[in-house]
């Protein structure tokens, strides 16, 4: 989703350009995520520069959903019924009273509110559920809809799209790129964008210190389908962390509904494992006990492109030329239409919004500059 959010909002601009996947475009983590953007819920202790950076970008997300949607003809399934996070016991309930007294200091809309309230909301879910942080501002959006979208955009606006042909090597001349190695052999481009997700520190070519240090982390999930008429649920719900990872019922469209996660270091395996599957199911039938009679239509794992501090990578990098859009971890489909605006605004002119500068890869190196 990034790399092809990005070359269309170059496209658009007048810029030539050629996005290279290795294998389909889009299908690697975006195509295995579940599509929240929940910056609200999610504000940890922290993280207070990145949640300015994650807030601005869902407030693009509406406008950027109905562009999709008006010039590509794809419903992406936008949905803005909120987000729960629930707390089936007393440590929960004091978990997320300190986590909801921390985000209230941000100004975030997240409200704490009673089982009634919770009940009132969502009538599946358990009766043992205590109490509830509940944002009316954190949305989601069918992932893989929205990908196809900006694929189809990204060609119609005069990309080219080359896919199961990745990039090689960047090829550096003088501390300057000067274009790249595919499957096509060599060809010259002025600017390079590398974002290539948990990839991106593979790609060969890169002096050390320009390389994103970068690292896959799988995360595994289950899609399962609706039987009855009554929507099962209407809003993202979100369960206490397990050891495994975190918990989240998302509802999508046509009765599917996803079941996550896990946080897995495995390096670059993508195996689905019966231990991931018996932890998210588990976690998710504590939250909701009717997902235990839903037929399975799905399970994957994908991998997150995770940095050292677990936040984005984007900006220009050591080499003229050369800039970095990765590292989004968890947060890629949130910061698409962000990290393409101020992508494409640096190679246009040369700018980095001050928003980003603490999320450049200069951060990364000794002394942080």
């Not at 520069?49 to 562009?67: I, N, P, Q, R």
């Not at 975030?108 to 009538?123: F, H």
């Not at 289950?222 to 019922?249: C, D, F, M, N």
């Not at 991931?276 to 799905?298: D, F, N, Q, T, Y």
Request: net charge negative.
């Amino acid at each position: 989703m990034t790399g092809l959010s990005v070359g269309w909002s170059l496209a658009e601009r007048g810029f030539d350009v050629v996005v290279y996947d290795r294998a389909a475009s889009g299908r690697g983590a975006s195509w295995a995520s579940a599509g929240m953007l929940a910056p609200n819920l999610e504000a940890e202790p922290g993280e207070e520069k990145l949640v300015k950076l994650l807030t601005m970008s869902l407030k693009m997300w509406k406008g950027f959903a109905e562009t999709l949607e008006r010039r590509s003809g794809i419903k992406v399934g936008y949905r803005e019924e909120g987000t729960l996070a629930v707390a089936l016991n007393r440590d929960d309930v004091e978990r997320l009273r300190f986590q909801h007294r921390f985000q209230k200091e941000l100004g975030l809309d997240v409200e704490l509110i009673d089982a009634e309230a919770v009940l009132e909301l969502e009538p599946f879910i358990s009766r043992k559920v205590q109490a509830a942080l509940y944002s009316r501002s954190d949305h989601q959006v069918d992932s893989r809809r929205a990908v196809e979208a900006v694929k189809k955009l990204f060609v119609e606006s005069g990309g080219v799209l080359k896919e199961g042909c990745g990039v090689e090597r960047i090829v550096v001349e003088n501390s300057r790129v000067v274009g790249v190695v595919s499957c096509e052999g060599f060809k010259r481009f002025e600017h390079v964008v590398l974002a290539a997700g948990s990839w991106s520190r593979q790609v060969e070519g890169l002096p050390e210190e320009a390389r994103p240090p970068v690292r896959p982390v799988k995360g595994q999930m289950i899609a399962v389908r609706e039987t009855g008429s009554q929507p099962l649920l209407k809003h993202v719900v979100w369960g206490p962390t397990r050891p495994w990872g975190p918990s989240y019922i998302v509802p999508k469209p046509e009765g599917r509904i996803l079941l996550g996660t896990t946080v897995e270091e495995m390096g670059f395996d993508t195996s689905v494992t019966a231990g991931g599957l018996m932890g998210i199911l588990r976690s998710c039938w504590e939250i909701v006990p009717a997902i235990a009679e839903l037929p399975v239509e799905e399970v994957w794992a994908g991998l997150r492109p995770g940095s050292p501090d677990d936040a984005p990578i984007i900006g220009p990098s050591t080499v003229e030329g050369l800039v970095i859009a990765t590292g989004h971890y968890r947060n890629g489909i949130l910061l698409a239409p962000l990290t393409a605006k101020a992508v494409a605004d640096y190679v246009e002119t040369g700018k980095l919004d001050e928003l980003l500068k603490p999320f450049t890869p200069h951060r990364f190196r000794a002394g942080g500059g």
